[in-house]
């Protein structure tokens, strides 16, 4: 009969892969990198056309460095920001102070009042940037809600739950428009 | 009747340890995966601002980083802010050759994704960050990610 070959001790085991466990733990952070996407504007040409838009297509915001909000030409209150950028762009009544609208065939959607809108940032050097952010989430919400009752009218689901095609006709029935303006003193040290 | 008396004492058997390894080896495969070790030390302290439109940043590895905040140690470096790129402080001349180096140490093909996140404190002021966009402008890295938590912003 073969001699049967002792048992390894595996008590210690635990206590080793404990130890690789607390290791992993303190070297390792669990953040996942959230945050807001956005993409730059490449620079102006140096003479570039300024492209004509009208006064009653732009919503103006303008943040100073004292985090206060001038929203088309009044005080604005960061609580009624997305309210009235999404009011800009849907322009319920018509009104003529707000955004034109353009009749336009979007494929999966069809026929739609398409906002000439777009949002206008500007910023103070001093402003913070938890301000900044503050209201770019705002705006970024309000196109985003937007978005979302387009598609529940239509597909009956949320943006977010869309797919590509249906997503792609959203995002062109209802395009991101923020425009930052260029900060003031670039173009005065040239 | 002796017959039932068991012999020897009563000794509680033994709880057996042998699959505890398997059980912490598994919590250990769970946190690797989860996690990513820290990536270097940051100077500068950073408090991220909410955002409620958050969306999560993909594809890690094309992920260049530029820190802006008060300096940790603020006795040697001052309150004002600062720019850290990779290990160092910095200033907005560098961040042209900061982009160009992240840039050489990717493959052609993933260039184009290339996304700068700009983590700065929630209390910095916006002109020192105007003046990284204009640069990330001007090398045209045009997809940058301002970093936020989680958290509702109007009250």
């Given amino acids: 009969m073969p001699r049967k070959a002792p048992e390894l001790n595996t008590g210690s085991m635990a206590d080793i892969s404990f130890l690789l466990l607390c290791f992993f733990l303190m070297v390792s952070n669990m953040d996942t990198d959230l945050g807001l996407a956005r993409k730059l504007p490449p620079m102006p040409e140096k003479d570039a056309k300024v492209p004509e838009v009208k006064e009653r297509n732009v919503f103006v915001v303008l943040v100073n460095a004292y985090d206060m909000l001038l929203v088309e030409g009044k005080p604005g209150n960061i609580n009624t920001l997305r309210k009235d950028a999404k009011n800009f762009f849907l322009n319920p009544t018509n009104s003529p102070d707000l955004s034109e609208k353009k009749l336009e065939d979007i494929p999966f959607i069809g026929p739609y009042e398409k906002s000439k809108g777009v949002i206008s940032l500007q910023n103070d050097r001093g402003t913070s940037y938890e301000m900044y952010v503050k209201v ?49 003193d670039i173009g005065g040290k040239k | 009747m002796g017959r039932f008396k068991k012999s020897g004492g009563k000794e509680t058997p033994g709880i057996n340890t042998g699959s505890m390894s398997d059980i912490v080896f598994m919590f250990l495969f769970f946190f690797m995966v989860i ?18 439109e958050v969306q999560k940043l993909e594809r890690k ?7 802006i905040g008060v300096p940790i140690k603020s006795k040697l470096y001052g309150t004002e802010p600062r720019i850290q790129l990779n290990d ?8 042209a050759e900061f982009i160009a180096n992240e840039r050489a ?28 966009k204009q640069e990330l402008r001007k090398v045209g890295a045009y997809k940058i990610n301002y970093s936020t938590k989680r958290g509702k912003v109007t009250d």
């Avoid at chain 1, 689901?157 to 991101?176: H, M, Q, R």
């Avoid at chain 2, 996690?35 to 409620?52: C, D, H, N, Y």
């Fill in chain 1, 136 to 184: 770019q989430n705002e705006l970024a919400a309000a196109i985003n809600e937007m978005r979302d009752e387009l598609s529940m009218q239509k597909f009956g689901k949320k943006f977010a739950d869309l797919n590509e095609e249906y997503s792609k006709a959203v995002a062109k029935a209802i395009p991101v428009a923020i425009s930052e303006a260029e900060p003031k």
């Fill in chain 2, 35 to 52: 996690t990513k070790i820290r990536q270097g030390e940051l100077f500068v302290r950073i408090s991220a601002p909410a955002a409620t």
């Fill in chain 2, 61 to 67: 590895n094309l992920v260049s980083y530029i820190y």
């Fill in chain 2, 88 to 95: 160092q402080f910095a200033t907005s001349e560098n961040i």
């Fill in chain 2, 105 to 132: 140490v990717r493959n052609e093909a993933d260039r184009q994704f290339l996304t700068t996140s700009m983590k700065v404190d929630k209390k910095v002021k916006m002109g020192i960050v105007t003046d990284v």
